[in-house]
């Protein structure tokens, strides 16, 4: 079966989704996926969960969001520490009075490569079009309510990074060679101010479960209702709270409405890629008997 048409998602203002177990399935078409077909009897099967899920509307119904605001930050803000040594785009954990935040923070500079496993390719990237990409779609999940619903992480604003904070970076200990390439640019680098969650999870075949997964596509779900695709469906954008929520992250590939290369149909294919990713790629232990979906037309994620 071919992606849903433009038409077809008119047709079907509300979609109701039936998680079955690790199955995805859609009331008005029970053969989107092949999901459900010999899910075990046993009393281990995981339960049935039925979800609402948002209504799909037309995009010519979207209208595209206000940007992002931009905040500052004052000479008192306080910088804990680098919460990725290892990652491509520098994030810094910062305390403002009581509140503890995350700062991810951009360089105004050509990719620079770094040759060692951790920074190819995405060093590659130029992280001014990632910072674009990033504060354009936390603005659609802003506006239209994917951060208050918990499925991403709040959103408080972009800044641009005077020379104190600079300073105070560079005095950490043991940040990134990607941190140090903060002090080149010809303008000061820029950041997103978002969520700090200190008890977190990556998503992981040890921690992976029928429940989370579940939370995970409902989760995408939500974020799909903003007019956004995420473009990067893979574990490590998955991250697992104490209370068992997941809180999908890293929006610098996604696209929105306003790219002309989006179609609706893209969010359910999107859909479908996740929860093969999750229950196919991550559980192999964990399925029930599960019938393999039986179109499958995307590249399979590496874990």
């Given at each position: 079966?071919?992606?849903?048409?433009?038409?077809?998602?008119l047709s079907n203002l509300r979609l109701r989704y039936t998680f079955q177990?690790?199955?995805?399935?859609?009331d008005h078409d029970a053969n989107l996926l092949d999901a459900t077909k010999g899910l075990s009897d046993s009393r281990d099967a995981p339960p049935t969960v039925t979800a609402d899920i948002h209504r799909h509307t037309f995009v010519e119904d979207y209208r595209r969001p206000p940007p992002l605001p931009q905040v500052t930050l004052g000479k008192d803000i306080?910088?804990?520490?680098?919460?990725?040594p290892h990652g491509a785009t520098p994030m810094f954990i910062i305390r403002a009075g009581e509140n503890v935040l995350l700062l991810k923070v951009y360089a105004d500079r050509q990719p620079v490569s770094h040759d060692d496993d951790f920074h190819a390719p995405d060093s590659l990237l130029d992280p001014r079009e990632l910072f674009a990409h990033e504060t354009d779609a936390y603005a659609h999940l802003v506006h239209y309510g994917a951060c208050d619903k918990g499925v991403v992480p709040k959103c408080y604003?972009?800044?641009?990074?005077?020379?104190?904070?600079?300073?105070?970076?560079?005095?950490?200990?043991?940040?990134?060679?990607n941190a140090w390439d903060l002090q080149v640019g010809d303008k000061p680098p820029r950041g997103i101010v978002l969520e700090y969650f200190p008890d977190v999870d990556v998503m992981s075949i040890e921690n992976v479960s029928h429940t989370l997964a579940g939370e995970a596509l409902r989760g995408l779900d939500a974020i799909h209702s903003t007019y956004l695709q995420h473009c990067a469906v893979t574990r490590r954008h998955m991250l697992v709270l104490p209370d068992g929520r997941v809180v999908w992250v890293d929006f610098s590939a996604s696209k929105n409405a306003s790219d002309t290369s989006f179609t609706t149909g893209d969010l359910t294919k999107e859909l479908e890629e996740a929860w093969y990713y999750m229950y196919w790629r991550m559980m192999p232990n964990k399925r029930h008997k599960l019938t393999r979906p039986r179109r499958i037309a995307f590249e399979q994620p590496m874990l």
């Open positions: 079966m071919s992606p849903f048409s433009l038409r077809q998602m177990g690790a199955g995805l399935v859609t306080e910088f804990v520490g680098q919460s990725n604003g972009w800044v641009e990074l005077a020379p104190y904070h600079l300073q105070a970076i560079f005095a950490l200990p043991d940040i990134s060679e």
